[in-house]
């Protein structure tokens, strides 16, 4: 027997007849494809540098975020769902882990004029001495405050105590710490 063709209208008042393919074939082809460009569109705004002008977004969780912190956080929270996209899922979400926000519990002021501060560090432990974009919640500016971190210790919870060079006003409780090279990422 042979098996039934797809007849496709074209036009008001005729028809064109395709050969079936395999069953689910038509639909299984345009779900991978828009699947694929859709991890590769991730890829690229994670590394993506914009024009100035453009490189921040508001979001629900804060104003005047970096454009690939945003993404990177979005990434995250949908780690399981592309962990079945194999390594370019895996290569995907290591990539967003880059990109890390320290939330700021507790700060404490040293004697010296340093300040350690006890934070929720969401992505990688980095490297210090680093340089971060410091968003404080009570800021009445526009623009982030540049900070050193000076010594960095986490736990697997995402627990992270570190230590800034000097104490600033800004920090405080709700207080975010960004990697400054999100914040510098422009054409």
């Not at 460009?37 to 629900?60: E, Q, S």
């Not at 700060?107 to 990688?124: F, N």
Request: with cysteine; aromatic share 4%.
């Amino acid at each position: 027997m042979t098996p039934p063709r797809l007849c496709l209208p074209v036009g008001d008042s005729s028809a064109a007849t395709l050969p079936p393919g395999p069953a689910g074939s038509r639909r299984a082809r345009p779900a991978a494809a828009h699947q694929e460009a859709a991890l590769g569109l991730l890829a690229n705004a994670l590394g993506y540098f914009p024009t100035a002008g453009h490189t921040r977004v508001d979001t629900p969780y804060g104003t005047d975020i970096p454009l690939c912190r945003a993404v990177a956080r979005l990434v995250r929270g949908r780690r399981s769902a592309l962990l079945v996209h194999g390594k370019v899922g895996k290569r995907l979400l290591a990539e967003a882990e880059l990109h890390w926000q320290m939330t700021i519990e507790e700060t404490e002021l040293q004697p010296d004029g340093t300040l350690i501060a006890l934070a929720a560090l969401e992505g990688t432990p980095f490297a210090t001495p680093a340089e971060a974009e410091l968003h404080s919640p009570r800021s009445e500016r526009p623009a982030a405050t540049a900070v050193w971190i000076d010594a960095l210790t986490t736990d697997v919870s995402g627990a992270a105590c570190f230590h800034l060079g000097q104490a600033l006003s800004d920090v405080l409780r709700g207080s975010v710490l960004y990697p400054a090279e999100c914040g510098r990422r422009e054409h």
